[in-house]
C-alpha cells in the first residue's frame, strides 16, 4: 500500500501552490488541509516546530517543510516525469537560478511594504533590475523557463504569474506589462494556459482583497 500524502497549505500562498502544481505534475494522489494562519493547527506545530509556517508536506509519518525542499523531495520521490533536467550541468543552472527566484523575491515584498515615495521608487528601481535578469538570463527567448514545457523552474517562478498582478493593483505601481517585459508577459499567458495551474489558481478577486487587507495592516501600523 503506497504512504498517504498529504498538504498543509493556505488558499492565498504561493508557496502552497508551487507544492499542489508539482503534485498535480507528478499525478501524485494527496489530501490538502487548509490552516488557518491566525490559529495553526496543532499537526501543522508538530510538523513544522522550528518556522511553524505552511506548506508542510507529510508523506506516511515524514513531515517536510519549506517549499523548495518540498519540491525537491517530491522530485526525488516521484521522479517521473522529471520537473528538472537529467543533465548534471543544466540541473545544477535549474537549482542556481530557482535560489536567485527565492532570493530575490524579498525585494518584491520590500515593493509590496513600502509606505514613503521615496522608499517605493527604490523598491519599484530593484525590482525592475530582477525582472530584467529574468527576462534577458533565465526566460530569454524560450516559451517557459523550462525549455519548451513546464519544470520546476517555472512552477519556482509561478507567483510572477498570479500575485504581482493584484500586489500592483494593490500598491498602484505597475511593475510588469507587456510593453516593459513582453517575454515575461508572454510567459505568464503560456504559463496559465497550462490545465494544471489554470485550474489550481486562487481567485483573482479574493486575492485581490486578500492583499488589500494586509497592506491596509501594514499602512496603519506605525
Do not use: C
Request: hydrophobic share 40%; charged share 25%; proline share 6%.
Amino acid at each position: 500500500m503506497e504512504e498517504e500524502v498529504k498538504l498543509h497549505g493556505f488558499w492565498a500562498s504561493p508557496y502552497s501552490h508551487r507544492v499542489i502544481w508539482a503534485l498535480k505534475l507528478k499525478g501524485i494522489k494527496y489530501e490538502y488541509i487548509e490552516e488557518d494562519l491566525s490559529n495553526k493547527s496543532d499537526l501543522l506545530l508538530k510538523y513544522n516546530p522550528v518556522y511553524k509556517k505552511i506548506p508542510v508536506l507529510v508523506h506516511g509519518s515524514k513531515p517536510v517543510a519549506e517549499s523548495l525542499v518540498i519540491l525537491e523531495y517530491i522530485e526525488d520521490a516521484w521522479p517521473h516525469p522529471p520537473l528538472l533536467p537529467t543533465d548534471p550541468y543544466h540541473r545544477a543552472l535549474a537549482k542556481f537560478w530557482i535560489q536567485f527566484a527565492e532570493s530575490k523575491g524579498l525585494i518584491f515584498f520590500e515593493y509590496f511594504r513600502a509606505k514613503e515615495k521615496e522608499a517605493q521608487e527604490k523598491a519599484k528601481k530593484e525590482a525592475m533590475e530582477v525582472l530584467k535578469v529574468m527576462e534577458e538570463q533565465v526566460l530569454g527567448d524560450q516559451k517557459f523557463f523550462s525549455g519548451e514545457s513546464i519544470g520546476m523552474l517555472d512552477i519556482a517562478y509561478g507567483w510572477l504569474a498570479h500575485w504581482l498582478q493584484p500586489m500592483q493593483q494593490t500598491v498602484g505601481i505597475q511593475l510588469l506589462d507587456s510593453t516593459t517585459f513582453p517575454r515575461l508577459h508572454a510567459w505568464i499567458h503560456n504559463f496559465k494556459q497550462v490545465d494544471v495551474i489554470k485550474e489550481n489558481l486562487p481567485h483573482p478577486e479574493n486575492l485581490l482583497t486578500h492583499y488589500q487587507r494586509f497592506r491596509a495592516r501594514i499602512v496603519a501600523d506605525n
